[in-house]
């Protein structure tokens, strides 16, 4: 089957730093992307890994470990702007393009 | 470049009627997708177009659900004789094919309501 797990919420100090981790299961795997959305709005594209190892992008960098299913997204110096879902995606390369996504971490960032 | 639109916004119906919407993607995107996301979910993958070609539908979908990009531009999903259960909000996205393909931009959604 295919699954993607994912803690369901999160919360965070202002300034501090956060961890999202996400396991997939999956029947083929062609790259693992971070998603940020806010509430009501469209998903905005955060990281994409296709290789294991730390793609790092400002405050931002994600982590992936194929051989154990395994991604994080890592958020530093967090900021009140950030309490949004992140998501998990796969890309099934069994299925061509199709993309699974996990059912969204909500990060809640407190002063 | 002005990003994903998706007509309209939102869409109340009620229960057996058909509903269409409409995903017009960035202009030199190839692929487009369709998805649907309840409320404290993930997007739900669809389909997919690469150009005019339908390439992947999902299993989950039923049959009332038609999709179509006719001249490999915009695309639409038709709904027939909807049900409570298709309310959702309905995203489509789209990506390219060259450097930098892997990166689906998203619409903001058409929210769907089912009386």
């Known amino acids: 089957g295919q699954n993607i797990d994912q803690p369901t919420e999160m919360t965070a100090t202002e300034g501090a730093i956060v961890q999202i981790n996400c396991t997939y299961q999956t029947s083929g795997f062609n790259g693992l992307f971070w998603y940020q959305q806010h509430a009501g709005e469209a998903p905005t594209f955060l990281s994409y890994?296709?290789?294991?190892g730390l793609e790092e992008k400002g405050r931002f960098s994600s982590f992936l470990s194929r051989s154990k299913g395994y991604s994080y997204l890592l958020l530093k110096e967090l900021q009140m702007k950030d309490s949004a879902s992140y998501l998990c995606a796969v890309r099934d390369q069994t299925g061509g393009f199709k993309t699974i996504f996990g059912a969204g971490t909500r990060l809640f960032v407190k002063a | 470049d002005t990003g994903v639109s998706q007509d309209p916004r939102h869409k109340i119906t009620k229960r057996g009627q058909n509903v269409t919407f409409r995903c017009d993607p960035i202009s030199e995107h190839n692929r487009l997708y369709w998805y649907r996301q309840t409320l404290g979910q993930g997007p739900e993958f669809l389909t997919y177009f690469q150009n005019e070609a339908q390439l992947e539908k999902s299993r989950l979908l039923s049959d009332r659900f038609s999709a179509e990009r006719p001249k490999g531009s915009f695309s639409t999903l038709e709904i027939q004789r909807t049900e409570q259960g298709d309310s959702a909000m309905y995203l489509c996205a789209s990506s390219s094919q060259g450097p930098g393909g892997n990166i689906q931009y998203f619409g903001a959604g058409t929210r769907l309501s089912v009386l």
């Open positions: 890994n296709v290789l294991d």
